[in-house]
Nanobody
């Protein structure tokens, strides 16, 4: 089984919204830095957003600032990526990644530091 699981992908029209969820049945995401990455057709994987374990601070890729929100619900062991005012260029496979921290850490951190990855969910914003 995947150690991290995403859900909430789908197809929307430009300007629409989707919320992605990330959870794990194996470990506690409360003690993890969580990030969302995406890979669009013909493009390299890029970081979209992250939320730190250390101080719950968040970081966003420039193109999604003001449109996307990352959050976590510790009681549900779930992190979320709320995506608003979606654009066709947001179309990609979105991956949740978790970095289990023995001590608090602050993101962003290089992708290779994320040890646990989901298998990805497709987000399609039609043009």
């Amino acid at each position: 089984q995947m150690q991290v699981e995403e859900s909430g992908g789908g197809s929307v029209q430009p300007g629409g919204s989707l919320t992605l969820s990330c959870t794990s049945s194996v470990f506690n995401l409360v003690y993890s830095t969580i990030a969302w990455f995406r890979q669009a057709p013909g493009k390299e994987r890029e970081g979209v957003a992250c939320i730190s374990h250390g101080d719950n601070s968040t970081k966003f890729e420039d193109s999604v600032k003001g449109r996307f929100t990352i959050s976590r619900d510790n009681a549900k062991n779930t992190a979320y990526l709320q995506m608003n005012r979606l654009r066709p260029e947001d179309t990609a496979v979105y991956y949740c990644a978790a970095k289990l921290d023995e001590v608090p850490g602050i993101c962003p951190v290089p992708a290779e530091q994320y040890h646990y990855w989901g298998q990805g969910v497709q987000v399609t914003v039609s043009s």
